[in-house]
């Protein structure tokens, strides 16, 4: 792309250049074009490799995950059947009468 901006913005200094792109020989454009494949084949063999391993590193953490969707959900059971929503209003009404902020005390005492 900038090539094409160049010889709209300067064609005398671009037709310069590429007179001398012209005088390369074509085993030194054979050589250019295996060393961009492989600088880009190699990075993109890396790029795909690194995929893979988080792939599999997430693949690996699913049992563990699992394990703890399970777990929260046996707490959520647990809590709900045995009442332990009372015992969190018990928690929440100690907290709300341990209350060190002057400011709420007042206002709690306005407001009934």
Not at 69 to 87: C, M
Not at 89 to 102: I, L, T
Request: hydrophobic residues 45%.
């Amino acid at each position: 792309l900038g090539l094409f901006i160049a010889a709209m913005v300067d064609p005398v200094w671009f037709a310069s250049r590429m007179q001398g792109v012209s005088l390369v020989p074509e085993p030194l454009w054979w050589l250019l074009g295996v060393v961009v494949s492989f600088y880009f084949g190699a990075r993109h063999q890396v790029k795909t490799q690194e995929f893979q391993r988080s792939i599999a590193r997430t693949i690996a953490q699913t049992p563990t995950v699992m394990r703890h969707i399970e777990e929260l959900e046996t707490l959520r059971v647990d809590g709900v059947e045995e009442g332990g929503l009372r015992d969190l209003e018990g928690v929440s009404s100690a907290v709300r009468d341990r209350s060190d902020n002057a400011a709420l005390a007042d206002w709690r005492r306005v407001a009934g």
